[in-house]
């Protein structure tokens, strides 16, 4: 499977690739200042192996442009696990990798991407054996089931992608499964120990899904389900671990922009949509932008709900500060249970759970200009003492926030985040350094 994955750095080229073998040079420069200026060293194995995998590389290019002419430019798949313009897999069975090769071919009025597929011979040099027009202008993703390939196009010209499962019979690659998907995704959703292949369209007013699992022998079944949804787009999708498989949680967006979840897994030959049965995805509406996530990075999913924040219960919707109730799917399916209280910060991107003893007792004021954030005490309809401060900004401004006595609580490549405590170290709802470490979480 490494060997697969292996990208093909060396054909970097053309205008658009220079920019990323530029980032990639300085990422790399980067990496060594970062890491102090350390010297590289290889291991006898890496230099032996090296100038092989080059050789191969050039075999394998040297052969597709016999094929297809000088006149191609190599597409590398966007998304997924496989980036390069040369997937290698052993789609026949035959234990041997086979050579996927997309690319585009400029002279043509048609815009979509081709791929070739080429083997090695006897002889040991590589041919093309068959090559044939996808149902796209790029390549958005790549997976495989079984020996079957899947591939994800997208086309600017269309809202949805186009998917498509290809057989490869020894000399024809044969499209046995097409499509058009919102989310393209390969996760074990049945628990079985190999991944299923996941499909989530807009139909109709709803939603379709399909989750396409390959068999002992071979063949794929395709499972489906409707979701009578108002949908106007999928605004998310993650997967989650949920009784030992991977759930797929689904936000779904209506009209106006409002946020619903569903979440699907395939079980005994169904797909079963526990939120849907027990008619819990009313009870997850919510404002845009509020996304299922797995904030604390268990494995599991969280769905979040709105609630006022203690003090702004009579704002009017929108003016109001809002606590994220974060709540995970019970073990029997027919209920949600609350997991946690937090503040979510979408324009700064991080969650702060907030600790029990400070439920209804503690409220939260936002400057609207620098987005800092105070938790104070409240009481009988009234704020008392400011308890601590957070905010965040980028790197350069450092300077100004330790001078206005705040500290660094996180640092990320774009953001540091830093807190302040505003009260007395005898005030009981004083949080300590490790609470707030504990409490503290970063939205990826
Ligand atoms: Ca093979
Ligand atoms: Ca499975
Ligand atoms: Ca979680």
């Known amino acids: 499977m490494d060997k697969a994955k292996f990208c093909l750095a060396i054909f970097y080229y053309g205008v658009n690739r220079v920019k990323r073998a530029v980032a990639i040079l300085y990422m790399a420069v980067m990496g060594l200042l970062l890491s102090g200026c350390r010297a590289i060293t290889f291991s006898m194995d890496d230099l032996l192996a090296a100038p092989k995998i080059a050789d191969e590389q050039s075999a394998i290019y040297e052969a597709l442009i016999e094929s297809a002419g000088r006149g191609i430019a190599l597409e590398y798949p966007r998304n997924g696990d496989y980036r390069s313009a040369f997937v290698l897999y052993d789609i026949d069975g035959d234990s041997e990798d086979e050579t996927l090769a997309f690319y585009s071919v400029s002279s043509l009025s048609e815009s979509n991407v081709k791929i070739s597929v080429l083997d090695r011979g006897r002889d040991g040099k590589w041919r093309s054996q068959y090559e044939l027009a996808g149902a796209g202008s790029s390549v958005e993703r790549v997976m495989f089931s079984g020996t079957d390939m899947v591939v994800g196009y997208s086309a600017q010209d269309y809202e949805e992608n186009a998917v498509r499962m290809y057989r490869y019979n020894g000399s024809v690659l044969e499209p046995i499964y097409e499509g058009t998907y919102s989310v393209l995704e390969t996760a074990d959703a049945d628990g079985c120990g190999s991944d299923e292949i996941t499909v989530v369209r807009r139909s109709g007013l709803g939603v379709e899904i399909e989750i396409l699992k390959t068999g002992d022998d071979g063949n794929y079944t395709a499972y489906g389900l409707q979701l009578e949804e108002n949908a106007a787009s999928i605004a998310g999708s993650v997967f989650g671990e949920y009784g030992g498989r991977r759930a797929l949680y689904l936000d779904i967006a209506n009209d106006s922009g409002g946020l619903v979840t569903e979440i699907v897994y395939l079980s005994e030959g169904e797909i079963i949509c526990p939120t849907a049965s027990y008619g819990l995805a009313g009870a997850t ?65 991080y969650i702060f759970t907030i600790p029990n003893r400070w439920r209804n007792v503690v409220t939260v004021l936002r400057d609207q200009g620098t987005g800092e954030v105070t938790f104070c005490s409240y009481a009988d309809g009234y704020l008392s003492e400011p308890i601590v401060s957070f905010a965040a900004s980028d790197p350069q401004s450092g300077g100004t926030y330790a001078a206005a006595g705040y500290q660094v609580l996180y640092q990320s490549e774009f953001k540091n985040y830093y807190i302040k405590s505003e009260a007395g170290s005898d005030m009981p709802l004083l949080l300590t350094m490790d609470e707030i470490r504990d409490n503290f979480y970063i939205i990826r």
Not at 291 to 317: C, H, K, M, Q
Not at 321 to 333: K, Q, V
């Open 285 to 349: 509406a919510r404002p845009s932008g509020y996304l299922s996530r797995d904030y604390d990075n268990d494995g599991r999913v969280e769905i979040p709900r709105l609630e006022a924040f203690t003090g702004y219960e009579s704002a009017p919707w929108g003016e109001a500060e809002y606590m994220t109730s974060w709540y995970s799917l019970s073990e029997s399916g027919d209920s949600l249970d609350l997991k946690s209280v937090s503040y979510t910060n979408l324009r700064d991107g």
